[in-house]
């Protein structure tokens, strides 16, 4: 798979509140606690529903994986795979045409 190389540019949450704040002129702090409200509603309607759509940006939906047989690549011994959920990330055709542009 390629990836697009781009200079490093991690988003953190004290960035964003740090763009809020200088946008809007919210303080600093509040910016952060509005961030962290809404990653909070983000992970408790993963947990309890499965899915959060974000209109304009995109789906996050929990998939179940099912247990499967796996190697160490070190030794080859053969071990089984514990069943999980995953998060997984589906794009809005928005951020998908942004982003192939």
Known sequence: M???????TTVTKATVAENINQEIGLSKEDSASIIDDILNEIKTSLAKDGIVKISSFGTF????????????????EKVMIQARNSIS?????IIKKLINN
């Open 2 to 8: 390629d990836h697009v190389t781009t200079k490093d």
């Open 61 to 76: 939906l929990v998939k179940k994986k099912k247990e499967r047989p796996g190697n160490i690549p070190n030794t080859s």
């Open 89 to 93: 990330f589906r794009p809005s055709k």
